[in-house]
């Protein structure tokens, strides 16, 4: 039993071995998460998170699991998210430490937290950057992308905060006011993954489409619904437990992600601090991307792909891969971004109909949705 937060929590099979190489377990996991609550709990609270059960630890797939099980205790927060075919699940809401080392107990490594919190689901307040490299590209690379996403932000009014993802990229987290849906919110990060690549031509990519990226791909479709990644403070199934930390904006040039692990985040925050601490203290306004948005569906560049379980939007391109498209559409929109789509040429002042419209019901045709 651990006691924590004024609880007492079971913890079975604490010396159950969950990272091979350095030899730490589930009990080292939970203590880990103790050490570091109050600074994880901040982009945990109040948000519905799904489990990612690592049951028998890093060497096997996780079990993703929306639902917390049928037989919880009594104090264990929760939050009723309603899908579109009409199902609801209670997912895990982690109110203090307690529910940190609960779901430890069950196998869950990292935390994947929804951007919204429970008080409005349908109003994310969170915007995020996922910077993705992709085959062959190094971490200096990522790490220079980072910047520009920087730089972007705040020529539009917004203070991005950056981490490790723990594995492959940096994420950069983005407190907003809770005023937009999710169709809107993505319709911000997609402007602003044009304009980082925009500035950044031989560095960063917004195309969905694997065989057209190089350099970096900033994944606007992070902030569309129902998708999650790795909350701050969480460790990765890395086989060195890597942490998605947080970082200071002078710290991303040199920062090596092996350096921030399970074994050496939690010395970090006590002497150096949370990075993070200050996120909710002035939440942004998405209204300047939303103009630069505007800014490029009226000169021709509509939305961008979705991912493939998503309804097809209706002012979205083909979801067909770009080589076994017999007549895709020739390039249209301000030199330098990527998507197709969009009004068509001669349409003018202001949105065509259907831009930032709520999804048609209906899931598309099967073809629509090949990814090759």
Same mark, same amino acid.
């Given at each position: ?66 639902? /917390? ?28 430490? $307690?529910?940190?080392?609960?779901? @430890? ?90 304009? @980082? ?20 791909? @900033? ?32 710290? /991303? ?11 050496? @985040? ?53 979801? /067909? ?8 559409? $020739? ?42």
């Amino acid at each position: 039993m651990v006691e924590v937060a004024g609880r007492e929590v079971r913890l079975s099979n604490p010396a159950k071995v969950y990272f091979p190489k350095p030899g730490w377990t589930k009990l080292d996991l939970a203590t880990y998460y103790v050490e570091v609550a109050d600074a994880a709990l901040i982009h945990l609270r109040d948000r519905p998170t799904v489990l990612k059960r690592f049951v028998n630890g890093i060497m096997e797939d996780p079990i993703w699991q929306k639902r /917390v099980p049928a037989r919880v205790p009594d104090w264990l927060q929760t939050a009723t998210v309603a899908f579109p075919s009409g199902r609801t699940a209670e997912e895990l809401v982690a109110g203090d430490a $307690a529910h940190l080392v609960w779901a @430890v107990n069950l196998g869950v490594i990292d935390f994947n937290p929804w951007p919204a919190r429970r008080a409005d689901l349908d109003r994310p307040d969170e915007l995020r950057v996922d910077l993705d490299p992709t085959p062959g590209v190094g971490w200096d690379e990522v790490r220079r992308t980072a910047l520009v996403v920087r730089d972007v932000l705040a020529d539009h009014g917004l203070r991005g905060y950056p981490k490790t993802s723990g594995s492959k990229g940096i994420h950069v987290n983005v407190r907003i006011e809770p005023r937009w849906e999710f169709l809107e919110v993505r319709r911000a990060a997609l402007a602003l993954a044009r304009e @980082v690549e925009r500035r950044a031509p031989e560095l960063a990519t917004s195309k969905w489409w694997k065989e057209e990226r190089h350099g970096v791909f @900033v994944d606007y479709n992070q902030n569309a619904r129902d998708r999650t990644v790795a909350s701050c403070y969480s460790v990765r199934p890395t086989v060195d437990a890597r942490v998605s930390c947080a970082l200071e904006w002078d710290e /991303v040039p040199d920062v090596e992600p092996g350096d921030l692990r399970l074994d050496t @985040v939690p010395e970090r925050l006590r002497t150096v601090g949370d990075p993070a601490a200050a996120i909710d203290e002035r939440p942004g306004s998405l209204d300047s991307l939303h103009e630069l948005a505007r800014r490029d569906e009226e000169e021709g560049l509509g939305d961008a792909p979705w991912p493939p379980h998503f309804p097809k939007q209706r002012s979205e391109p083909k979801r /067909v891969q770009p080589s076994r498209d017999r007549d895709r559409p $020739a390039q249209r929109g301000r030199i330098g971004d990527p998507q197709p789509g969009g009004p068509p040429p001669g349409v003018r002042g202001g949105l065509q109909q259907g831009f930032g419209a709520k999804p048609r019901s209906g899931q598309g045709y099967e073809h629509e949705f090949d990814e090759g």
